[in-house]
């Protein structure tokens, strides 16, 4: 995959999935749900108050067909029964529509209608930066708040998963700090430095693990030249591990906003697909993700 746009491309081959948008009463998650519809790459069913809903629908002027709408005004208990469609086969894939992340997850995680797998639950933001004419994987930006070392592993376990089904066969991880050498003051340097022996002596399999390393070391060959650093990721990196949440969400909402290039996202470790997207993110990005779960809930089902 060149550009994040062939998503919609790989989804259609995947064949058409039905989708559970939970709180569907949200603006820029219909619209790219419209367009996905459109495209012939699911079904929709839209759960949430039908009285928004259809206000919504009417003033686009969207054609229904291949959308059922489910009525239920309360967020929480919408997310429950999305949550619960998906879990009873009724739906491929789960979307976060106007609900908040905490109560979806909520959800998600119950013992008795939730997705869990017994794994991590860990977000993956791909980033197309039209600049550097390609695409980065960055993880986790979204759910996971201050992750340990063993969290650390799944999380890049997770992407490392999703990176060879979109047929990056052995991707080159980066772990990233502010700095490229191991100190005790900065413990995100002892993790990196950590996973970097874990991945040569075969813990963390089917990638190049490096780090630390910091951001531009990461992603330029000539910051890596001037700061001397000899790495098989330096400068050509694929996927970028973040130290905790805060600085996975800065940067990816920095390169959102400023790289001004296409973007998608998805939750990996549950029993299906959940499309995980920003509130601000507008409709392309929003069905990018969606082409990008579809094609997961192909690989899956």
């Not at 995947?14 to 559970?20: E, H, M, P, Q, Y």
């Not at 600049?131 to 592993?153: F, G």
């Not at 772990?175 to 413990?187: D, G, K, M, R, Y």
């Not at 910091?214 to 996927?239: E, F, N, T, Y």
């Amino acid at each position: 995959m060149k550009k994040l746009r062939e998503l919609v491309n790989m989804a259609r081959d995947s064949g058409v999935k039905t989708l559970a948008l939970t709180s569907a009463e949200e603006r820029s998650a219909l619209e790219a749900v419209y367009l996905a519809v459109k495209e012939g790459i699911i079904r929709a069913l839209l759960i949430g108050d039908k009285e928004r809903i259809w206000s919504i629908i009417k003033d686009r002027g969207f054609d229904v067909r291949g959308m059922e709408i489910i009525d239920e005004k309360d967020p929480v208990v919408a997310a429950q029964r999305a949550v619960k469609i998906v879990r009873d086969c009724q739906a491929d894939l789960l979307m976060k529509g106007l609900v908040k992340t905490a109560d979806l997850f909520k959800a998600v995680l119950d013992k008795d209608i939730g997705l869990r797998t017994g794994r991590l639950l860990s977000h993956v933001f791909l980033v197309e930066i039209p600049r550097k004419r390609r695409w980065y994987a960055l993880s986790d930006a979204a759910i996971v708040i201050s992750p340990t070392l063993p969290e650390k592993v799944q999380i890049i376990e997770n992407a490392v998963t999703l990176m060879h089904l979109l047929g990056v066969n052995e991707p080159k991880v980066a772990v990233l700090s502010a700095i490229e050498t191991v100190n005790p003051a900065i413990p995100s340097t002892l993790d990196a430095a950590a996973l970097t022996l874990m991945a040569s002596r075969g813990q963390i399999k089917g990638a190049i693990v490096d780090g630390p390393l910091a951001l531009d070391v990461a992603i330029s060959k000539r910051c890596a030249q001037v700061k001397g650093v000899k790495s098989p990721v330096a400068g050509d990196a694929d996927l970028l591990i973040v130290p905790n949440v805060e600085a996975g969400n800065l940067m990816g909402k920095a390169l959102l906003h400023a790289g001004g290039g296409a973007v998608a996202g998805v939750v990996m470790g549950a029993r299906k697909p959940i499309v995980l997207t920003s509130r601000a993110e507008g409709p392309e990005g929003k069905y990018l993700s969606i082409a990008l779960g579809v094609f997961l809930a192909g690989r899956m089902s």
